[in-house]
């Protein structure tokens, strides 16, 4: 079945760098696009930014444009999201999610990791 | 715009219809009709609900639908459910080409 395996939870101190990853199986990974998408403790959900899974090119959130890279390793079905310069507002989960493929040109998510829990503290 | 604007709470009882509303700007949901509705149960991933602003996707329930008119988005939820107790966020394309979340709402089945 289509799943969206993330890597586990991690703590970091401030202005420390973080790495999330995303295994995607039971889908041609290269078809489809990669969301990231965070919420803070009690807070809406935000997006950062996405990943063509088949020719890497990015689009990022204007709030995290310069501190935050996505990219892919499509020999290992796998996508990534670091995060620069963390503080302690980048306190979250973050969501890795697949997005739809279907006849129109509208971005949704319709496979959705469990979500890595990332701690900022010093 | 930092986010799109919902209620932060509705409630109703089991049976009825509750309608949850999302406004933008002509920047995004005014000017698109790349509107989705994500349903979020305490401590889980969110679940697409609705997308393209009336569309369901495979496996979601048909009391689940929506609307929009101008610069607002509706999701209405009808015979409302003990299950359907869960925070729902509205989404939309920008005309930046990225994606913006509303702040969320969180409904109550009383």
């Known amino acids: 079945q289509v799943q969206l395996v993330q890597s586990g939870a991690e703590v970091k101190k401030p202005g420390a760098s973080l790495k999330v990853s995303c295994k995607a199986s039971?889908?041609?990974?290269?078809?489809?696009?990669m969301h990231w998408v965070r919420q803070a403790p009690g807070q809406r959900l935000e997006w950062m930014g996405w990943?063509?899974?088949?020719?890497?090119?990015?689009k990022y959130s204007q709030k995290f444009q310069g501190r935050v890279t996505i990219t892919r390793d499509t020999s290992a079905s796998t996508a990534y999201m670091e995060l620069s310069s963390l503080r302690s507002e980048d306190t979250a989960v973050y969501y890795c999610?697949?997005?739809?493929?279907?006849?129109?040109?509208?971005?949704?998510?319709?496979?959705w990791g469990k979500g890595t829990t990332v701690t900022v503290s010093s | 715009q930092s986010a799109l604007t919902q209620p932060a709470s509705v409630s109703g009882s089991p049976g009825q219809s509750i309608t949850i509303s999302c406004t933008g700007t002509?920047?995004?949901?005014?000017?698109?009709?790349?509107v989705s509705w994500y349903q979020q149960h305490p401590g889980k991933a969110p679940k697409l609900m609705i997308f393209?602003?009336?569309y369901r996707p495979s496996g979601v329930s048909n009391r689940f639908s929506g609307s929009n008119s101008g610069n607002t988005a509706s999701l209405t939820i009808s015979g409302l459910q003990a299950e359907d107790e869960a925070d729902y966020y509205c989404?939309?394309?920008?005309?930046?080409?990225?994606?913006?979340f509303g702040g969320g709402t969180k409904l109550t089945v009383l």
């Open positions: 999610a697949r997005e739809m493929n279907y006849y129109g040109s509208g971005r949704y998510m319709d496979v």
């Open positions: 039971g889908y041609t990974f290269t078809s489809y696009a």
């Open positions: 990943i063509n899974g088949g020719n890497g090119n990015t």
């Open positions: 002509s920047s995004d949901l005014g000017d698109y009709n790349y």
């Open positions: 393209d602003v009336s």
């Open positions: 989404s939309s394309y920008t005309s930046s080409s990225t994606l913006l």
